[in-house]
C-alpha cells in the first residue's frame, strides 16, 4: 500500500506549505464557498479543473464524469447543476472537454467495452447527426471534430435543462460556455 501512503504524505505536505504560504487559508476556506463558476468537465486525470484556469479550492464547483456529457436522465450532473445554479448561485457554466478524450476515441469504434457503451452511445448520437461533417475528416482530425461538436452538444443540453431554464426565468445572471482544452500545450480555445 506505499502508492495510498504517498498519497497521504503529500497531503500532508501540501497542508503544511499551504499554511506556511496564508495561515487563514483553511480557516477562510472551511467558512465559504461561493464560486462564480460551475465546470462540467471530463474525468480524465490529465484535465483537472482548478488548475488549468489558476483558480484556488472553493473558486470553481466541479462534475467530472466520462466525455463530460450532460445527459438528462444523469441525476448526478442534474443535482450538481441545480445545486450550482438554485443555491450557490454561479454565473457560468463552463462545458469543457479536450483534445485527446478517450471516452469519443472510444466512441468512434465499433469495438465493444461493456458497460461503458451505454453511456458512449450519448457521443454515437453526436457523431451520426454530424456524419457527413465527420465522414470527410479522419484519424486525429476527426476525432478532434467530434470532441469539439460534443462540448457544443453537451453545453446546449445544458441550457435545454429545466434549471437554466428557470434561472432564466427568474432573470438569474448565467452564461453557458463551450471550452476545449489541449493536452498537447495546455490552453483552452473557447468554441463559443
Not at 477562510?28 to 489558476?54: E, F, H
Not at 450532473?77 to 457560468?92: E, M, N, P, R, T
Not at 476515441?105 to 467495452?113: C, R
Not at 470527410?136 to 482530425?141: D, M, V
Request: charged share 20%.
Amino acid at each position: 500500500m506505499p502508492e495510498i501512503q504517498k498519497l497521504l504524505e503529500n497531503n500532508l505536505r501540501w497542508a503544511d506549505e499551504t499554511m506556511v504560504r496564508d495561515p487563514q487559508f483553511f480557516d477562510t476556506l472551511s467558512k465559504q464557498q461561493t464560486p462564480m463558476y460551475l465546470w462540467i468537465g471530463c474525468s480524465d486525470s490529465r484535465v483537472p479543473a482548478n488548475q488549468i484556469v489558476d483558480l484556488l479550492p472553493g473558486d470553481i464547483f466541479v462534475h467530472r464524469n466520462v466525455a463530460n456529457l450532460v445527459v438528462h436522465t444523469d441525476f448526478n450532473c442534474l443535482s450538481v447543476l441545480q445545486y450550482a445554479v438554485d443555491v450557490l448561485k454561479v454565473k457560468h457554466i463552463i462545458v469543457c472537454g479536450h483534445y485527446g478524450c478517450g471516452g469519443v476515441d472510444a466512441a468512434l469504434t465499433d469495438e465493444s467495452f461493456g458497460l461503458i457503451d451505454n453511456w458512449l452511445a450519448h457521443i454515437k448520437d453526436i457523431a451520426a447527426l454530424h456524419g457527413t461533417e465527420l465522414s470527410a475528416l479522419s484519424g486525429e482530425a476527426k476525432a478532434a471534430r467530434l470532441c469539439e461538436l460534443n462540448v457544443k452538444a453537451q453545453a446546449q443540453n445544458v441550457a435545454r435543462t429545466s434549471i437554466v431554464k428557470e434561472a432564466h426565468l427568474r432573470g438569474q445572471p448565467l452564461k453557458i460556455h463551450s471550452w476545449i482544452y489541449s493536452l498537447r500545450n495546455g490552453k483552452i480555445k473557447n468554441l463559443a
